[in-house]
């Protein structure tokens, strides 16, 4: 039995989340602080501020410890709960199940996810979503430019907050 199916989609999103706050901490140098709101009704997990000012940047996490059959991370976000914003941004991460590491980081904007994300209309079984689907392990797909280096998010979301 592996590490996907002992730990609960609720212990895998608070362990994912975890990290990303401590790799934005770390990466930022302190300068950025993390919060959690008391429910992710908005589909935000995290909310960042640089210390000192008052202009949040929201997060959603999106996470997976394995890839499927043909080494791609596939994660679908919901409509329902997905709104783009100037100010939200959507965190995919790859968790190594093995070693218990990030592999792989991607940075997206909402907005941008909104045009390029798969949009699969509800069916009978389910409902509306948009798909994300990039290979952690290449960088020739139409999310290549939004990975980045586990190590340099806290750094990317300075350069974020001091560009607007």
Same mark, same amino acid.
Request: hydrophobic share 35%.
């Given at each position: 039995?592996?590490?996907?199916?002992?730990?609960?989609?609720?212990?895998?999103?608070?362990?994912?989340? &975890? #990290?990303?706050v401590?790799?934005?901490?770390?990466?930022?140098?302190?300068?950025?602080? +993390?919060? =959690?709101? *008391? @429910?992710?009704?908005?589909?935000i997990?995290?909310?960042?501020?640089?210390?000192?000012?008052?202009?949040?940047?929201?997060?959603?996490?999106? &996470? #997976?410890?394995?890839?499927?059959?043909?080494?791609?991370?596939?994660?679908?976000?919901? +409509?329902? =709960?997905? *709104? @783009?914003?100037?100010?939200?941004?959507?965190?995919?991460i790859?968790?190594?199940?093995?070693?218990?590491e990030?592999?792989?980081?991607?940075?997206?904007?909402?907005?941008?996810?909104?045009?390029?994300?798969?949009?699969?209309?509800?069916?009978?079984?389910?409902?509306?979503?948009?798909?994300?689907?990039?290979?952690?392990?290449?960088?020739?797909?139409?999310?290549?430019?939004?990975?980045?280096?586990?190590?340099?998010?806290?750094?990317?979301?300075?350069?974020?907050?001091?560009?607007?």
């Amino acid at each position: 039995m592996d590490v996907e199916q002992r730990i609960s989609s609720k212990q895998k999103g608070d362990v994912t989340e &975890s #990290r990303v706050v401590e790799l934005i901490t770390l990466g930022s140098f302190g300068q950025l602080t +993390c919060y =959690t709101p *008391k @429910s992710d009704d908005d589909g935000i997990d995290l909310i960042i501020n640089k210390k000192g000012y008052f202009k949040p940047i929201f997060i959603q996490v999106k &996470s #997976r410890f394995k890839l499927n059959k043909g080494k791609q991370f596939i994660q679908n976000v919901g +409509c329902a =709960t997905f *709104k @783009s914003h100037i100010s939200f941004y959507i965190i995919f991460i790859y968790f190594n199940e093995m070693t218990f590491e990030v592999e792989c980081v991607w940075l997206i904007p909402s907005v941008e996810f909104e045009k390029l994300a798969y949009l699969k209309k509800s069916g009978e079984n389910y409902k509306s979503f948009y798909r994300f689907s990039a290979n952690p392990l290449t960088d020739t797909n139409q999310w290549s430019r939004y990975r980045i280096p586990k190590e340099k998010l806290g750094q990317e979301l300075l350069r974020i907050m001091d560009s607007d």
